[in-house]
């Protein structure tokens, strides 16, 4: 039984008036706290937007990072990308939405196939095979954690790898059938440090810190996806063994005189190379010589010729610590000739040697990661890339520049990169006067400021980097961001400079320019204002609204505080009108950055919020991650225009993208994309003229993409990236049978072909009509097939034959691999190219 309750009337006398409508306008605006009220929206990250180019793109110095392909170009690994660098400046970058690092690659001898292994840490690390042909996403082969070492069989019929778990103990070895991408066997070694395909191959070899093994095994046999063969391995003859540990057969001096290299030449010969230069020559697992070179050694491989030049047993490269290559007759053992490169000053060590596929070229990579080219064994190298710029920290666009000019700095030195036909290239290079190391970086069209740990500021001009007047201030704790003023020459408003430092103190400067002065003398500074006594170090700083007359600052502290600052300019000094503060929501600020033309801030949050705010602090926009494991780090910029922010994230758990930018439409602060190809923290970000992005590395990666198509707010209907807030990759063909197969009657016809039966509601025995064939889009007379005659939402199935089967498209595949491999023995014809030369792809989301 219910029970009824009736609430009491409120007394007239303890109601509380009806408040007026100002007042009620009034208190909606803040809440009970005096904050303005934020309207939430909760985004989820975009899809993965792919780079377009790479400046210097060599990451590592060590064999296997590297690969010569067919032509002369060189392929190198950069972050999650495999860029290929041709000799006209084009770049083919090579990679997926996964942005996992990549450490080792091999090129196949057909030249085709591209195989990169991923780097271990993190979920599912996995090995992946590129076509290059074909512009498709890669075949991704599980079971390492981590992968080290990559080899091809002769005609890139097997692969082999190694894991590389992050220990020197046990390794784990699987050979790979190609293109089934079938694991055929499973091997435990110990310590390897380089393996090689023997020619006929059904063997291959393996050398570390135990003794040198060589590897046979079986052609194997059954049906496809349940082969398997026996994988044998034994040691090499002792004689071998007592060769290395030196002709009295004692034990081994060191390290250095383990075999730690190996490369198989024509028939079945194999050369083996100690560290120390001990080179021996094995014919049928029988020693057949061996010679010392007397130098230390980093890397061997073998050609049947280098361009013209050409020995009959083929020829040896053996890479030399002092900086040179010594070519060698592969069966004799004697040199031919040495490469070196005509420099006054000693050489780098050379850590790596590829041979192309073709015979043509011979790259070899220095311990500073640049890369040269010999095509012949006589003279210089016809072709060189310079070594990245280790250890960016930042980097900063010039505004209202012609063409692209950007200026990033290190530890002690400043780099400015200039705009030229084949992409952004080094144009100068200084170091600041000062001891204590550079921490922060900002540009004007003339001028770029940068802050040391020891608190002084210096000014430089461009683009020579001239170093020009003191500032007559400076902070006593480490300056942590610098900021210039929007400036326009037409107008009279000054050209400001604000810096923020560690011992929360800001200090803001006027600079002037004195026409027809050089150097030092061609600017005047003046101290305009110093705020100390904040409550905690402050890491953020913003101008806006710059005139003659005022201007208002905005900075946040580490304590989750913003202070925005009305400022009046005077001739000599400044003066804060009216100061208002306002509480991070939730945690602390890690950037603020100002609209150039309008007066808006945006501002963004650690625990993955973005904001836009007025002039006067309200909110205008509030929008958070719904991903709560996203934390938002510095740095974050806005494009010249005011359309696109970009901010770094990082995420808690290891996932396809577990670090990198995130991109988003600065006028409704919307999520539009994450910016993959590395999985590193960037140091520095930075906007390109024609919505280009440019974000560096630690490591030295300098990575850029285009977004002109997410430059607009407007996003049209028809974009799938409109229909959801998550970015979704390109179309997928269809083949030609399944044409007219769309929307939810392509479901239905799947099903009816893959059911054993017809439904009863399908298997009518009515005759068709004209009409009918038209809808069913076959000729009057054509049977419309066994399940569906005479039934209209049958008619678009003909047969289950006219449905792809996934084994057709495998059968395609192998056909279309031994195609192309089947003229692929040791002399190899060079494949077409077909990659990504400069377009953006837009991969499906993490």
Known sequence: MSRMTTRKPTPTSARKPSPSPCRRRRRDAT???????????????PGTLLPTGALRPQAFAAQGTFAATAGGSVVCLCGGCAVECHVDGAQELTCTARSRPLQCCALSPCGRYLAAGEAAGGRGTQLLVFDRKKNALPTALSGHHGVRLLAWGPRSSYLVSISDDGSQVDQQLILWSWPEAERLATSSVRAVTELAFARDGLAFATVGALAPRRWSFSQPEGPPRDRHVTLVGRAMPVDLLRLARGIDGGDLRGPDDAFAFLAWGSGSALHLLTRRGLLARMVNEQLSGWIELGQRVTAMVWASRLGKDSAPAGLLFCALAEGGVAVRDAQSLESIATLSLSMSCPPPEVAGLSVAPDWDALWVVFADRSLVRWRRLQGI???SIQAPVLGLRDARCVPESCLPQVVTHTERRLQLWASSPNGLRLQAQTEPQGQAELTALACSPWIVACGRRGGEVSLLSLPDLLPLEPLPARHSGEVLALCFGPWRPPSDAPLLLASTSSDRSVLLFRIDVRRGAVGTEASVVTLLLSLPGHPSAVH????????????????????KIMVLRDLELGPGGAKVRRSLKRLARGTRWVGVCAHPARGTLFAACLDGRLLQLDTNGRTQQHVVVSNPEVEFLAPLSLCEEGRLLAVSYVTAAAGPAPSGVLLADAGVLRPLALLGGHAGVPSGLTFLPRAAVLVCWQDGAMLTWEAT???TTEVRRDD???RSPQTVGPRRLRSSGAEGLRGPEGILARLLASSPKPPRWASGQAQVSEKDDDIAGSRPGDPLGRWARGSKVGAQVRSASELRSPLVAKDELLSSHASSCASCACETVAMPIVGLRGSAVVAPPP
């Open 31 to 45: 809440d009970d706290h005096g904050k303005w009220p934020e309207e939430t929206r909760d985004v989820s990250l």
């Open 720 to 722: 799938r990236a409109a």
């Open 709 to 711: 198509h997410l430059a």
């Open 540 to 559: 953020g700083v913003a101008l806006l609204g710059v005139s003659p007359l005022r201007a208002q600052l905005a900075v946040c502290t580490t304590d």
């Open 381 to 383: 190298p016809d072709w």
